[in-house]
Structure formats: C-alpha cells, structure tokens
C-alpha cells in the first residue's frame, strides 16, 4: 500500500520553465526524503527534511516539508533537460525496529 | 566512501530456478535495507537488517524469499523458485542509526528477469 499520493505522474515541459510536484499523506512522518531516479539506476537522494515546515534549497531546486509534516513540495526553477528523470517522495514513520520508507509512485518528468 | 554496490546488475532466470543477489553497503552503514520495484510504481520494502539481525520483514516477503547479513556487513537476498511475478528492480539501501536523519542511500539495483 502506498501511503503517499504524487501528482501530477508525468510532466512534459520545455526548458526554462518552472514546475512544482506534490506529495502528499494521511499520515505523519519523522522524516521525509525525496529522490531522483533514472531508468535502469538506484534513485539518488536529492534532500532529507525533518520540521514541521522546513524549507531547503539545492541550487534550482526548493524543498517544502508541511507544517504537520504530512506533506511536501519540490519547486524547480528554470528547468534543464538534465533534470529529465523519475522524482520519488518517501517517507521514514518511526517505528521500534527502523524506517522503512514508503514511496509515493514518483513524478516523472520530461524537460525538453 | 564508494557508496552501495549490487551485483549482479542483471539476471536472466527461467522460472523455478533460484537467484542470490549481493548488496555491499556504505562501510560505516549499520542498517541495510531491501526493497523490490516494478514498472510505474515506487519502491516497496522487503525486509531491514541492524548489524547481522533481520529485525523487519513485510508481507511482501514470501517464504521463497531469504535474506541474510551474516557479518553485519555484505547482504545477499536469496528467491527459490522464481516465478514470473518475481520480475523487478531489487534495490539495496544502508543507513547510519546513529546519524540525525537516518538516511537511506540506495545502490544501482539488480534488475531480475523471470522468463
């Protein structure tokens, strides 16, 4: 079961816009990560937020963690076609035997 | 710091064999992770080690599947007669408990083919 809701699932855009992808849950997270995936590749992790509320900046990229840290943006600006790929949103739940991420089914974006 | 590693990258298989995949994780790392991805989906948790004691399994894990972590090191995840739905990414991730944010940094994956 996938606790957390991506939208949109794909994206096509042209180089030099910007774009905002979403990831929400019903749930609360202690921590949130968000990745990029290319095909046939492990995702690599972009960012890690953990407050209520967090704000983090990589470059083009900004990263929201919500208030009630259900939920969470990643705004890229200016896009490039080397931001091509798959962006998945995970969630860590604390739990007594470790943090198993739950994904969401990832954003994929194409910038062309 | 080399990151994860995988091996093999890819497997072919026929249906019934067993296949063994290899994770070597981030040295310092002391947890390690499996998870299993298909097409259009995210990745799906199979099973979590602390050191050498596999502390968390999903249901996702049948009785086909093993996994070990002997040494509190290397892992291998071992499925005994594959079936076609056994198709997937297999991704292997570690961690540092002892770290604030308890990050999980994934390797490449071992891509597996049941024909």
């Known amino acids: 079961t996938q606790l957390l809701e991506q939208s949109p699932q794909f994206l096509s855009i042209q180089e030099g816009e910007n774009l905002t992808v979403y990831c929400n849950s019903s749930s609360v997270f202690s921590s949130l990560q968000w990745y990029r995936q290319e095909p046939g590749e492990g995702p690599v992790l972009l960012v890690t937020?953990?407050?209520?509320?967090e704000v983090k900046k990589l470059k083009r990229l900004t990263f929201q963690f919500g208030d009630a840290r259900k939920d969470s943006s990643l705004h890229i600006t200016a896009a490039q076609p080397g931001d091509t790929g798959l962006y998945l949103c995970a969630g860590a739940a604390n739990s007594n035997s470790g943090y198993a991420l739950n994904f969401g089914k990832g954003t994929s974006l194409l910038v062309t | 710091d080399t990151g994860v590693s995988q091996n093999p990258r890819h497997k072919i298989t026929k249906r019934g064999q067993n296949v063994t995949f290899r994770c070597d994780p981030i040295s310092e790392h002391n947890r390690l992770y499996w998870y299993r991805q298909t097409l259009g989906q995210g990745p799906e948790f199979l099973t979590y080690f602390q050191n050498e004691a596999q502390l968390e399994k999903s249901r996702l894990l049948s009785d086909r599947f093993s996994a070990e972590r002997p040494k509190g090191s290397f892992s291998t995840l071992e499925i005994q007669r594959t079936e076609q739905g056994d198709s997937a990414m297999y991704l292997c991730a570690s961690s540092f408990s002892l770290s604030y944010t308890d990050t999980q940094y994934f390797g490449p994956g071992t891509r597996l083919t049941v024909l």
């Open positions: 937020v953990v407050t209520g509320g």
